[in-house]
């Protein structure tokens, strides 16, 4: 079969590979539909990841050369012993994380830090860029409703439910969001489907500010913090905003996060920086906030993700702004994407 694989930085290859053996017990082999790129692949490519294995992996032992692609919908092409929830034919959603289900942290819920945690797309042999993959059944949803095309969104949205869920966004929440990415966008509507009220997002690209706007924000048309927060307190009665959340990974972007919450308030930030970065703690203790990271999802978040989708809560496809064909994945995706860009979600078809 061939696939996308990762060799190294600027290194990705369209290669010939072996198709998957018969699937074991739980295991399915699936057919990748539609397959998004993410910040954290393009990382990859330009140098700058940490987020493949480069020696094997201990759950999976995985190591690059790697078939990248973890935000995916596929077709079920075969099932192994004891599957019984999906069948041969069926379109799926794929959760890509992988977790022992049996270390303290699974037993917590909190499978993002399983220790033995692994991604298909990232720290597993198959991922979404291959003709086929084998996976897990327990990372198998039945898309059930949801377009194939919607389906490789419901990864990232996830990942923003998880953090709106966390930084506690609820009715009538006033939220700003800083940063217009895939992220950035999805927390916009994952604020709105939490019932805030008045949701602003800022990016320095106006463009993708303005269309991130359009799924339920106001563009805050400053681009320095102490401004930005100036605006938001000016929006809402001089307080400043219930709850920011960092989607940008930028110092300016936290500074703003930190500067626009009320007394009281909430950041959350999602956002993966690439360093530390000096954060004024003095208002952090005098005006009583609470700061919120997160990362991953946790199975139960990944649930309550499809559902909304599925329930038209969550219109996750509006963020996809290119589809493009697999061969095309250097020139028009890796190499667009590690570029200042207008592009929000860009989705590869891998099979028909
Ligand atoms: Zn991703
Ligand atoms: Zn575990």
């Not at 860029?129 to 327990?138: I, K, N």
């Not at 809560?313 to 509006?318: F, H, M, N, T």
Request: proline share 7%; glycine share 12%; hydrophobic share 45%.
């Amino acid at each position: 079969m061939r696939a996308a694989r990762l060799h190294g930085p600027a290194d990705i290859r369209i290669d010939e590979v072996d198709d998957p053996p018969d699937p074991g017990p739980h295991q399915v082999v699936v057919a990748p539909l539609w397959s998004g790129l993410c910040g954290t692949d393009v990382k990859e490519f330009t140098g700058h990841g940490g987020s493949v294995a480069a020696t094997p992996h201990p759950l999976t032992g995985a190591c690059i050369p790697l078939i990248l692609g973890h935000e995916f919908s596929a077709r079920v092409v075969a099932v192994g012993p004891n599957v019984d929830d999906v069948a041969a034919g069926d379109e799926v959603v794929v959760m890509p994380l992988q977790y022992c289900g049996r270390c303290a942290a699974c037993l917590a819920g909190r499978h993002t830090h399983c220790q033995l945690k692994a991604w298909t797309g990232l720290s597993s042999p198959w991922g979404g860029f291959g003709d086929l993959a084998l996976v897990e059944s327990y990372q198998l949803t039945p898309l059930d409703g949801i377009s194939a095309l919607a389906g490789a969104v419901v990864e990232p949205a996830a990942v923003a439910m998880n953090a709106a869920m966390r930084a506690g966004i609820g009715p009538g929440d006033s939220v700003f969001v800083a940063g217009a990415g895939a992220i950035g966008a999805l927390t916009v509507m994952a604020a709105r489907a939490a019932g805030a009220a008045s949701v602003y997002v800022f990016d320095p690209n106006s463009k993708r500010a303005e269309y991130v706007a359009a799924l339920g924000a106001e563009v805050v048309p400053e681009d320095e913090p102490a401004r930005i927060a100036q605006f938001l307190r000016d929006r809402t009665g001089g307080l400043g905003v219930d709850v920011s959340m960092d989607c940008a990974g930028k110092p300016q972007a936290m500074t703003a996060c930190v500067q626009a919450v009320r007394t009281g308030g909430k950041v959350g930030i999602p956002a993966v920086h690439p360093g530390s970065i000096p954060v004024d703690v003095r208002r952090l203790t005098r005006d009583d906030l609470t700061i919120v990271g997160s990362i991953g999802y946790s199975r139960e978040t990944w649930e309550k993700t499809v559902r909304m989708v599925r329930a038209g809560l969550l219109p996750v496809e509006r963020i996809v702004t290119a589809r493009i064909e697999r061969d095309q994945i250097v020139e028009k995706g890796f190499v667009v994407l590690a570029q200042p860009s207008h592009e929000i979600k860009v989705l590869v078809q891998v099979n028909r």
